[in-house]
C-alpha cells in the first residue's frame, strides 16, 4: 500500500502561482510514473504533468510552459510548480502514483483562480 497527500491548493489571483506537494509513504519499491490530474466540476479528470523515475516529464498542452514538476525520488516527493495561473485552471488536483501496476491516489487539493 502507498499513501499519497498533497498540499499547497489555495486561492490565487490570475497570474499568481501555487506550489503543490505530494509526500508518498507506505510500502514503496519503485513508484514509475508519479503525476498530477486535475478534475474540473463537470469535466472529466486529465493528466496534468507527470515524471518517470529518471525525470523523463509530460505535460497537457494547456500548461506547458507555465507549470514544471520535479520529483526527488529519495524523498519520494512530487511538486508542481504552478505559474501564470488562469481561471481555467481551478481544479481539484490528484498526486498519483503508479507501482506494481496499480495506481495510487491522493485525496486531492483544491486550487481556485480568480479572475
Known sequence: QVQLVES???LVQAG???RLSCAASGTIFTINPMGWYRQ???KQRELVASSTSGRSTKYADSV???FTISRDNAKNTLHLQ???LKPEDTAVYYCAASQAGYTYWGQGTQVT???
Open 8 to 10: 499547497g491548493g489555495g
Open 82 to 84: 504552478m505559474n501564470s
Open 40 to 42: 474540473a466540476p463537470g
Open 113 to 115: 483562480v480568480s479572475s
Open 64 to 66: 506547458k510552459g507555465r
Open 16 to 18: 499568481g502561482s501555487l
